[in-house]
């Protein structure tokens, strides 16, 4: 039997201590888990003669890298960052967040995962050096807090097209 060696307990990760930055910002207090979805579209032709796809026949057609997370913390400084393409401002009285015209796509830099850990103490961090924010649903809760669901999409680089637009980094 294999699968479990001497170095397992020290690669198991664990994301308790998870937080986030985009462009040096803290986004807050968050709720559940951070979850990175990563990945190549590969396409194969459907070649008549076959029953699926051939060896040798595919290629890359796309690729994908994403973060998402759950935030609880409603603070203007915090949000403003993220909230780019719905809207956000400050007046006397109040922080508005939407209601902004929907012209131009608001891109964000350097967003990073800190926290992460694997068993032997070492550091995992994720970085998106430039994405695109989803902004989700508001759960406004009797029984608990309030979230807001974000979810980062990485953004190719003009210089490095073909380049997965995010990686994650153990330490050494």
Not at 82 to 94: E, F, I, N, P, R
Not at 119 to 124: E, G, H, I, L, P
Not at 161 to 172: A, N, V
């Amino acid at each position: 039997m294999t699968g479990i060696t001497a170095v397992t307990k020290d690669c198991v990760m664990y994301g308790h201590n998870g937080y986030l930055k985009v462009t040096a910002v803290d986004v807050g207090a968050t709720v559940g888990d951070f979850q990175v979805e990563w990945g190549a579209d590969q396409y194969y032709p459907d070649l008549h003669q076959a029953m699926g796809p051939v060896v040798g026949t595919g290629k890359i057609t796309g690729g994908f890298f994403r973060l998402s997370c759950t935030i609880a913390e409603f603070d203007y400084t915090n949000l403003v960052n993220v909230l780019g393409d719905v809207g956000a401002d400050s007046t006397g009285s109040s922080e508005k967040f939407g209601g902004k015209a929907l012209e131009n796509v608001s891109e964000v830099t350097d967003v990073k995962l800190y926290g992460v850990e694997r068993n032997d103490a070492k550091d995992v961090m994720v970085t998106i050096p430039a994405a695109y924010v989803e902004v989700g649903s508001i759960g406004f809760s009797k029984t608990g807090e309030s979230t807001l669901e974000l979810t980062f999409h990485g953004l190719y680089a003009a210089a490095t097209p073909s380049t997965l637009p995010g990686y994650i980094e153990i330490e050494k």
